[in-house]
C-alpha cells in the first residue's frame, strides 16, 4: 500500500513503536523510514497529539494500528492527515464471527466486575477484546512479571502483549522519548476471555488474580 501510494526512498513513515515489527518492516522494505509516535494509554493505538508532533516536512504517511480490539481515534487522525497532506492507512486486526465477540465481551464484563488490584481494559468503541489487556503496575509487589509468573502457576495461561516495544530492537533502535509506549510495555498483561472459557476457568481466572492483586492496591 505505501509502495502504490508513491511513498519511498526519503520518506518519513509515522509507525507506532508499541505492537508487531511488521509494520516497521514494510516501511523499511518500501524505502521510507519509520518514526515512532507514542500511545495513547487507553486505547494503546496512536496519539493524534504524539503524531502530529512527530511530523516532519519529510513525512509522506501515517500508518494507524487498531490494538486488541479496540478502535484508534481514527477520524481525528484522518484529520490531522488531511491538514498535513498526509497518507493515512489502517491496519486492522482479524475480525470474528459477532457470536464470538459476543462471548469475549461477556467474559470480559465478568473480569471488569470481579477483578481487584489491576487497572481493567476501558470498554468504549466497540471494544471486541481480541485480547484482555489489564495493567500491573510496577511501582507495586509484585510487579508485572512477577504477577504473571505467579498466575501461570495457579493454572490461568497469561501472556505479555509486547515483550519490547520496536524502537528498543537492535534493527530500529531510536533515542526518542515515548513514556506511554514504554509503561504500557512494562505494566501490560492479557488475561484469557476465549470463547471456550468456562465459567469455573473464569472463576480461576479471578482467584489467581485477586489473591495477588490486593498488594497492589498502594501503587494507584
Do not use: W
Not at 462471548?103 to 468504549?124: C, H, I, N, S
Not at 512477577?146 to 497469561?158: D, I, L, S, T, Y
Request: hydrophobic share 45%.
Amino acid at each position: 500500500m505505501l509502495r502504490a501510494a508513491g511513498v519511498g526512498l526519503g520518506d518519513e513513515v509515522v509507525v507506532p513503536a508499541f505492537g508487531n515489527v511488521e509494520v516497521a518492516e514494510a516501511v523499511a522494505m518500501a524505502g521510507a523510514m519509520p518514526v515512532f509516535a507514542d500511545i495513547d494509554p487507553v486505547t494503546y493505538c496512536l496519539d493524534a497529539v504524539a503524531v502530529e508532533a512527530a511530523v516532519t516536512p519529510r513525512t509522506a504517511a501515517v500508518v494507524v494500528v487498531h490494538r486488541f480490539g479496540r478502535l484508534a481515534d481514527i477520524a481525528r487522525l484522518h484529520t490531522l492527515g488531511a491538514r498535513h497532506g498526509l497518507l493515512v492507512l489502517e491496519r486492522g486486526e482479524s475480525e470474528a464471527p459477532y457470536d464470538e465477540i459476543a462471548q469475549r465481551r461477556e467474559r470480559a464484563g465478568y473480569l471488569d466486575a470481579k477483578l481487584r488490584g489491576v487497572r481493567t481494559p476501558d470498554d468504549g468503541d466497540g471494544h471486541t477484546y481480541q485480547q484482555y489487556v489489564v495493567r500491573v503496575p510496577g511501582n507495586g509487589r509484585p510487579d508485572r512479571d512477577a504477577f504473571a509468573r505467579a498466575v501461570r502457576a495457579k493454572g490461568v495461561e497469561c501472556r505479555v502483549p509486547v515483550k519490547t516495544p520496536v524502537h528498543r530492537l537492535p534493527e530500529f533502535r531510536r533515542c526518542v522519548s515515548l513514556p506511554e509506549t514504554e509503561r504500557a510495555a512494562d505494566e501490560t498483561l492479557a488475561l484469557p476471555v476465549d470463547a471456550t472459557l468456562t465459567k469455573r476457568d473464569m472463576q480461576r481466572t479471578v482467584s489467581a488474580c485477586n489473591a495477588l492483586g490486593g498488594l497492589l492496591q498502594p501503587a494507584f
